[in-house]
């Protein structure tokens, strides 16, 4: 499990309870998704947004926090509204028994201790009902939005987005990127994906212990933007990985193309 231990320990006093990998493609390629179903193309950074970063991070990538500890990581991805987040969905909902996790806070850009895009308050949650029914591993995915008391300006204007993509192929070169618990900046890593099980994907990449659940693998990535097509989280199997080396993720197929359509059509 990639989700950070004080989180779920603190689940467990609070709620008394309950407290990756290749993929099956449907296409030979990733088709990037907008609400209306056309292709969408990965949004830059705002201005002077990237030079506040360690240079192989990504504005889009943060760390989430609940009471001002970090656990998990999240992305942003393009939306209309410029606010949606992705993650695993272990990072935002507890699965079997469990419910949503309340007072989470994102970190777009976090290193060093330092929030550069300041901190954003997260809300509306969304899991797949197999997930939260059954802690299905092949539903390991969640999407929420994010906003800034006070600021009139979206997440995506500020840090950029990058595009979602479903029904991609079984290997994939990508970019993948965590946020580990004892680090002080993101743990980043470059290879080639390969194929799990019939819905989870596997990539080798080393250092990604917990915290770097929720974590975006990113194909097609810019090297000016250091942004591209999110195909993947890590999540999935294992919730991600017992062994801080390999790293899985649920296939991005129906069930999350439908998981970002609920998001994105909300009033």
């Known amino acids: 499990m990639r989700r950070s231990a004080l989180l779920l320990a603190l689940v467990v006093v609070l709620a008394l309870g309950a407290v990756v990998v290749t993929i099956v493609a449907t296409s030979s390629s990733p088709n990037p998704i907008a609400e209306d179903g056309s292709a969408v193309a ?114 995506e204007s500020v840090t950029g987005a990058n595009k979602l993509a479903t029904g991609g192929a079984f290997v994939q070169a990508i970019t993948l990127t965590g946020y580990p618990d004892e680090a002080d900046v993101p743990a980043v890593c470059q290879n080639t994906t390969s194929q799990q099980d019939t819905y989870q994907l596997r990539v080798d990449c080393a250092g990604f212990p917990n915290g770097t659940s929720g974590g975006p693998w990113v194909a097609q990535q810019d090297p000016k933007t250091r942004l591209g097509t999110v195909v993947g989280v890590i999540g999935g199997f294992q919730y991600g990985g017992d062994d801080p080396d390999t790293s899985y993720s649920s296939y991005f197929d129906e069930d999350v193309a439908a998981l970002y359509r609920q998001t994105t059509s909300r009033p």
């Open 42 to 155: 990965a949004t830059p950074a705002g201005s002077g947004a990237k030079s506040q970063l360690p240079p192989v991070s990504s504005p889009a990538v943060g760390a989430l926090f609940v009471d001002g500890a970090h656990y998990c990581t999240a992305s942003v991805v393009h939306s209309e509204q410029g606010d949606v987040l992705l993650t695993a969905a272990h990072c935002i909902h507890n699965g079997e028994g469990g419910d949503y996790i309340s007072g989470i806070t994102f970190a777009p850009g976090f290193h060093n201790g330092v929030a550069p895009f300041g901190y954003w308050d997260v809300g509306n949650e969304l899991v797949a009902p197999g997930w939260a029914a059954s802690s299905d591993p092949d539903l390991d995915v969640g999407f929420a939005t994010a906003h800034q008391a006070g600021n009139p300006k979206t997440l």
